[in-house]
Nanobody
Framework: QVQLVESGGGLVQTGGSLRLSCVASGRTFSSYAVGWFRQVTGKEREFVASITRVGGTLYNVDSAKGRFTISRDNAKNTVYLQMNSLKTEDTASYYC??????????????????WGQGTQVTVSS
């Protein structure tokens, strides 16, 4: 069983920055693909970014590319999502997800076995 705990959400003004963290349990974290998704109430969960076991990254071109950066620190069992130039439309609950042993890019929710509880990001104008 893998447990994921997100943190770093909060209230920020348009143009500001936040760094989300996702800490995972387990001794084989380096073998996990990890993704960040976000969800607004009443809408489907949306892919934001993912990072493979070997550090390859993929971004949602429309919402994240050029503004968000995903990274991982295997020594700390942590994946980060640095979010810059935030917009009001980035307001959502952000979830990290893990897929032990997964070798793909992980842009789909069904690629992941484990999910965190989410952290709220609110961007005000």
């Amino acid at each position: 069983q893998v447990q994921l705990v997100e943190s770093g959400g909060g209230l920020v003004q348009t143009g500001g920055s936040l760094r989300l963290s996702c800490v995972a349990s387990g001794r084989t974290f380096s073998s996990y693909a990890v993704g960040w998704f976000r969800q607004v109430t009443g809408k489907e969960r949306e892919f934001v970014a993912s990072i493979t076991r070997v550090g390859g990254t993929l971004y949602n071109v429309d919402s994240a590319k050029g503004r968000f950066t995903i990274s991982r620190d295997n020594a700390k069992n942590t994946v980060y999502l640095q979010m810059n130039s935030l917009k009001t439309e980035d307001t959502a609950s952000y979830y990290c997800a893990a897929a032990p042993g997964f070798t793909g890019w992980g842009r789909r929710t069904e690629d992941y076995h484990y999910w965190g509880q989410g952290t709220q990001v609110t961007v005000s104008s």
